[in-house]
């Protein structure tokens, strides 16, 4: 069974995933919404910076978030000279690097979700004098909504299995940055085999149901559309 200490880093878990998603949704929006329709013959480059968490080695992403939120740090000692704390191994500083880890899971779907809404339904609706923001929230969005759907499962999933980034940032610290990825290597490393279990087995239903809901709804969405 899940022990206290657990459930918490659970708790914790789950929290860090769901302030990273909505974040990652309004501040990655509109960024892929300008990456989908962009010309701008140096967009490539924004794009490598979207899709660079990908290939960048979790620990290196950390190690410089650990150095800009630290005391000494651009943004921590910035942050102690206006009265506050550094940010680093505080659950600010886990979501800040989650949001920049997670950044491709979700601009991608999104870019590639606006892309296929194409450019002929909103010249429509601009020809029936319709706003910009009326196009895009009456339009763009509901074709785009199976791209927000996956976007928001696996922005949330792929937070739910941190461990190298939140490490560095979080450190270890139970009841405030310890994440359910770091309670399984702790348990782990005590040959707590049986809590391990316990926690990964959780850790994968909750993945697979998360999976199971978009591609089930993906499936309906592409049966009803005409």
């Keep these: 069974m899940l022990t206290e200490h657990d459930l918490t880093a659970l708790a914790i878990t789950l929290r860090l995933a769901a302030v990273t998603t909505v974040i990652l949704l309004l501040v990655g929006t509109p960024v892929a919404w300008w990456l989908a329709r962009s010309r701008w013959r140096f967009k490539f480059l924004v794009e490598s910076i979207v899709a660079l968490p990908l290939v960048l080695p979790p620990t290196v992403l950390g190690f410089y978030l650990l150095i800009a939120l630290g005391p000494r740090g651009p943004i921590g000692g910035l942050m102690e000279a206006l009265g506050g704390q550094p940010l680093a191994f505080t659950f600010t500083g886990l979501v800040i690097g989650s949001v920049i880890y997670s950044m491709p899971f979700v601009i991608q779907p999104l870019q590639d979700a606006f892309a296929a809404v194409g450019r ?13 923001l009326d196009r895009f929230f009456s339009i763009a969005v509901p074709l785009a909504r199976p791209g927000f759907l996956t976007a928001t499962v696996l922005g949330f999933a792929h937070t739910l299995g941190e461990f190298g980034v939140v490490l560095m940032i979080g450190g270890n610290i139970p009841g405030s940055t310890k994440v359910i990825s770091i309670a399984i290597y702790d348990h782990v490393e005590s040959l707590e085999y049986i ?7 959780t850790l994968l239903l909750l993945s697979f149901v998360l999976l199971m809901a978009v591609y089930g ?3 309906r969405f592409r049966v009803v559309r005409p």
């Design 120 to 132: 002929r339904p909103m010249e429509v609706a601009a020809t029936l004098r319709a706003s910009p």
């Design 195 to 201: 809590q391990a279990h316990w926690i990964s087995g």
């Design 217 to 219: 709804f993906n499936r």
